[in-house]
């Protein structure tokens, strides 16, 4: 069993910057990449970021336009998102997710947290 949880949502305002946290536990030696979706009010769920165990390998949203910044902490068995100039439209919960492929595709995670609430007020 993986165990997700995310931290460091809340509101904020519009061209701030946030970081959020994600804590693996469990049986973490079997995960191979972990990352960050998003889903909006009415909308699907996006793919947003995803690194590698090692943390050499790092795949970002193409719409993002570089906004995003996903790094880990191999010690602790955390990821972090970094995203910088904050919009309204970046409301959403992000969700954390761990798998065996840094894909952006949500069939390759088998493990998911419960979400945090990020909203951008302008």
């Known amino acids: 069993q993986v165990q997700l949880e995310e931290s460091g949502g809340g509101m904020v305002q519009a061209g701030d910057s946030l970081r959020l946290s994600c804590v693996a536990s469990g049986r973490t030696a079997s995960i191979l990449a972990m990352g960050w979706f998003r889903q909006a009010p009415g909308k699907d769920r996006q793919f947003v970021a995803a690194?590698?165990?090692?943390?050499?390998?790092?795949r970002y949203a193409d719409s993002e336009e570089g906004r995003l910044t996903i790094s880990r902490d191999n010690a602790k068995n955390t990821i972090f998102l970094q995203v910088s100039s904050l919009k309204p439209e970046d409301t959403a919960v992000y969700y954390c997710?761990?798998?065996?492929?840094?894909?952006?595709?949500?069939?390759?995670?088998?493990?998911w947290g419960r979400g945090t609430q990020v909203t951008v007020s302008s």
């Open positions: 690194i590698s165990r090692s943390g050499t390998n790092t």
């Open positions: 997710a761990a798998g065996g492929v840094v894909s952006p595709a949500w069939r390759h995670y088998s493990y």
